[in-house]
């Protein structure tokens, strides 16, 4: 069984075998002990930060490991407010028209504009499982535990959710947006860039990026095609987001062009289906799967399962190693959303 936790210090060596595994453009989990390190205890610290009542720095990052082995199988997380600390860039893709009626010429074109459009929103991000794990329903309970989170503690966390996807490169993390920005403004590649922006120094970014609108059609014909498109291995985690009711409002990543994507809190599918329920702990012969998590913020627990929801009298029967695997005994309260 699949258990979601919150991270712990000793699951560093875990964390880095993830941003190892997770290859070039995976910016939020960089090869680095200092800044791995440094998010395991922000995150540490956020967990047990008593009395918050709005979104503020928080960062909190969640392993999900095997209940009878141990091992850590992935990592998911959550930036409460994006911005604040750190600068978030993006670009906005943006239609204008030029038009001369004496000459009977009208162009349509399209313009990315740099900006910082979603400072203070809350990200989803940092959402790797490993490939032995990539069974049943362990890559929805991943994605879908941060919904089932929000659900349950919506004041740590802004109205507006979004993501940013991984865009477009290759094996070796060559980015064909990156390389025309390279060619006119930058004198590093987008592995390198990319490394500075997961350890958090993006000064560069605000020094070097052009400040005025660029013009799409003017970018190579390679660039042009990347953006917007997400990398091969994160079009099941669209999909997944697609489903939720997240959309692209034409913001896109700044180095690979991938595009961000965003939902209300009270539209998230998972987060309007998701319902509590009280506990009962028996063993049952129920064949319904059941995304679930408890109502504990600091001992957070999430699970997928077998369970026996009844509507009227609004309780829910988990087996016995449920219940253990998500702390709560008989009584106690549950969020659960069937599958």
């Not at 990347?226 to 669209?238: D, N, S, Y």
């Not at 987060?271 to 028996?282: G, H, L, Y």
Request: charged residues 20%; glycine residues 8%; aromatic residues 10%.
């Amino acid at each position: 069984m699949l258990v979601v936790r919150p991270i712990a210090i000793s699951d560093y060596d875990a964390l880095h075998t993830c941003a190892v595994e997770s290859g070039h453009g995976f910016t939020s989990l960089p090869v680095n002990e200092e800044l791995l390190t440094n998010r395991i205890k922000h995150s540490e610290y956020s967990f047990t930060k008593p009395d918050v009542n709005q979104p503020g720095d928080e960062g909190y990052l969640m392993v999900g490991f095997d209940s009878d082995s141990g091992e850590v199988a992935g990592t998911t997380g959550i930036e409460a407010s994006v911005g604040w600390d750190i600068p978030f860039y993006s670009y906005h893709i943006s239609t204008i028209v030029h038009a001369s009626p004496k000459l009977g010429v009208n162009n349509v074109v399209k313009l990315l504009t740099f900006g910082n459009n979603y400072t203070g929103c809350s990200e989803i991000c940092t959402l790797f499982l490993r490939p032995p794990f990539r069974e049943g329903l362990n890559g929805r309970l991943m994605s879908k535990c941060r919904f089932l989170m929000m659900a349950e503690h919506p004041h740590r966390f802004s109205q507006t959710i979004f993501a940013e996807m991984r865009g477009v490169s290759d094996e070796d993390g060559n980015s064909p947006f990156w390389q025309w920005l390279q060619e006119h403004f930058f004198s590093i590649d987008f592995t390198m860039a990319d490394y500075l922006t997961g350890i958090g120094k993006k000064g560069f970014i605000a020094d070097l990026m052009p400040k005025l609108p660029i013009y799409i059609n003017l970018l190579s014909k390679e660039a042009q095609a990347v953006i917007g498109q997400v990398h091969e291995k994160t079009r099941p985690a669209l999909k997944l987001l697609e489903k939720e009711g997240f959309t692209c409002r034409n913001y896109v990543d700044i180095f690979d062009a991938g595009p961000s994507v965003e939902c209300d809190l009270r539209n998230i599918e998972s987060v309007r289906d998701s319902v509590r329920a009280k506990v009962e702990i028996a063993e049952h012969s129920s064949s319904q799967d059941f995304l679930m998590c408890n109502t504990s913020f600091e001992h957070f627990r999430a699970t997928a399962a077998k369970a026996a929801y009844n509507r009227e009298r609004g309780t829910v029967i988990i087996a016995p190693n449920v219940a253990a695997a998500l702390q709560v005994d008989q009584g106690d309260f549950l969020r659960i959303l069937a599958q």
